[in-house]
């Protein structure tokens, strides 16, 4: 009965005394009229734990899906894009979100998409990793300044915990081939009417 009781006592403290993670909070899907996709802000509330590192949060992120469309953490290519998305999921709420770029040891920056790197919108001074050998992973952050900006970038270790994710969904309407032979036909057709026409 003794044992019984301490091992009840004990089970007890490791319930109590363990850290309890809590779920990541998911927010609303949104539809952004600029790239036609979706976007989501996921939250991972409390204490940061492994799961939102770079990586996880990017594995967790390819796990989603809406609308029968897989997710991926977002990429930015454009300044609309970028202010589209910090206006939309929650402005400040965005700071320490994890984001699509990523730079490997004395590589150059590129997104998990494979879409060219072609807009930038560093907070003044970053990136600053530039001279390390070492992987590096992009982020909404404003460098710690006593005035936060939401919206601009930051590099920093993968493996930091950070307060969660930003996911988009490529949701743009894709044309179906039989929708483009007809559009080519229409376009030919036009094109030899006016010819016709013009030989009236």
Same mark, same amino acid.
């Given at each position: 009965m003794k044992q019984l009781f301490t091992s009840l006592a004990l089970l007890g403290f490791l319930c109590f005394s363990l850290p309890i993670e809590a779920a990541p909070v998911y927010g609303p899907i949104i539809y952004c009229p600029?790239?036609?996709n979706h976007y989501q802000r996921v939250d991972?509330?409390?204490?940061?734990?492994?799961?939102?590192?770079?990586?996880?949060s990017k594995n967790h992120a390819e796990q989603m899906s809406?609308? &029968?469309?897989?997710?991926?953490?977002? !990429?930015?290519?454009?300044? /609309?894009?970028?202010?589209?998305?910090?206006?939309?999921? *929650?402005g400040a709420l965005t700071l320490d979100h994890w984001l699509?770029?990523?730079?490997?040891?004395?590589?150059?920056?590129?997104?998990?998409?494979g879409e060219p790197w072609v807009y930038t919108n560093w907070f003044p001074g970053?990136?600053?990793?530039?001279?390390?050998?070492?992987?590096?992973?992009?982020q909404f952050d404003d460098a710690e300044t006593a005035s936060p900006v939401p919206g601009y970038w930051n590099d920093i270790s993968p493996s930091t915990f950070e307060? &969660?994710?930003?996911?988009?969904?490529? !949701?743009?309407?894709?044309? /179906?081939?039989?929708?483009?032979?007809?559009?080519?036909? *229409?376009?030919?057709?036009?094109?030899?009417?006016?010819?016709?026409f013009r030989n009236l």
């Open positions: 600029i790239t036609e991972f509330p409390g204490e940061s734990t492994w799961e939102s590192e770079w990586t996880a809406y609308v &029968g469309v897989f997710g991926h953490m977002a !990429t930015i290519t454009s300044q /609309e894009e970028n202010w589209w998305i910090v206006d939309n999921l *929650g699509g770029g990523y730079r490997e040891a004395a590589g150059g920056w590129q997104w998990i998409t970053e990136p600053n990793s530039e001279t390390d050998n070492a992987p590096y992973a992009l307060d &969660g994710f930003i996911v988009e969904y490529e !949701t743009k309407p894709v044309p /179906e081939p039989s929708t483009i032979l007809l559009i080519a036909s *229409g376009l030919i057709g036009f094109a030899g009417f006016r010819r016709k």
